[in-house]
């Protein structure tokens, strides 16, 4: 697959295996915890990959990427967008999952159906397990980052393959047509979610109103269950969603039940929240303060 202005190398084999058998050297007997963000970039760092990242090293994990796409964006809005050319899309994935392997994935923005077909296929390529589907449609700022194509693929493709979608209010409204402005609402769209194809859903009700913020884990053929919290008064709510995704997907490569990752990373993300309100960086919405209670690397025994 050809592209304009990327070229693809391979480099020589390392000397990594050489270096444990050096005996000068600290042998080499375990690894950490590893979790791939396959999503967009954000340059003023609250969302996107750069959340990810924080997210992975709070929680212990060592983190990996692949980006879809580069975003010329602030606080207070997205300025342009850039698709990865798909051979480089590619690329990443491959050299990381090949390398260094990979024990969870969080996927996040995937603006063209080209993207989410090759996001699919890489999935299916080097049976990535217990992946996380963030599907960003909005951003904070109200700007649009996915064409409409695009959406119908997205649930052709990766629902199936998610472990769990996790929309908020507004991306699942649009998944499903309709507004939605309940508790009630939000069961149902949920359960709508899991016939077109999710295995789990995450629905988050933040945008809902009231002083009560209620989120609905719906497992398929399972008892629904709600999370809920007082709300949190802050503007910095910039990559709340990328934080929250990921902060699962952490906790799953950790070795954490699906509804025990989903508590863990909604602690996680409230905790950032309170400790990020008093904190102005911007304009407009701030980002959380990933590093609230940082954890110490999480690591394991080589195969």
């Known amino acids: ?23 000068a050297l600290i042998a080499r007997t375990l690894r950490y915890t590893r979790v791939l963000s396959i999503a967009g970039s954000d340059s003023g760092g609250g969302a996107g990959i750069q959340a990810d990242l924080k997210t992975f090293s709070a929680l212990g994990c060592f983190g990996m990427t692949a ?17 990865v050319p798909l051979q480089m899309l590619h690329a990443q994935i491959d050299a990381v999952v090949e390398d260094i392997g990979v024990d969870a994935v ?19 390529r080097h049976r990535l397990q217990q992946v996380v589907l963030d599907p960003v449609m909005v951003a904070t700022s109200g700007a649009t980052l996915i064409d409409r194509e695009a959406i119908e693929v997205l649930v052709a493709q990766m629902f199936p393959r998610a472990a769990l979608i996790t929309p908020n209010l507004d991306e699942a ?7 939605l402005a309940t508790e009630v609402d939000l069961e149902v769209a949920a359960r709508e979610l899991i016939v077109r194809g999710a295995r789990a859903v995450l629905l988050k009700g933040g945008h809902l109103e009231g002083d009560t913020v209620c989120d609905l884990l719906l497992e398929r053929d399972a ?49 950032a929240m309170q400790a ?19 954890q110490a690397m999480h690591t394991m025994p080589l195969a």
Do not use: F
């Open 1 to 23: 697959m050809a592209c304009e202005g990327v070229s693809v190398t391979t480099s020589p084999p390392d000397s990594g295996p050489a270096a444990d058998a050096n005996p």
């Open 67 to 83: 980006l879809t796409a580069l975003t010329a964006q602030n606080t207070a809005g997205v300025r342009a967008i850039y698709a």
């Open 106 to 124: 969080k996927v996040g923005m995937l603006h063209s159906a080209s993207t989410v077909q090759a996001v699919a296929a890489a999935i299916d």
């Open 173 to 179: 409204a649009l998944l499903v047509g309709r507004p």
């Open 223 to 271: 008892t629904p269950l709600w999370l809920r919290g007082p709300r949190i008064p802050s503007a910095n709510t910039h990559g709340t969603g990328c934080t929250l995704s990921s902060a699962i997907a952490a906790h799953l490569a950790r070795g954490a039940s699906l509804s025990n990752a989903v508590r863990g990373a909604r602690d996680y993300v409230r905790g």
């Open 276 to 294: 990020g309100a008093p904190v102005r960086t911007g304009t407009g919405s701030g980002p959380l303060n990933h590093a609230w209670q940082p």
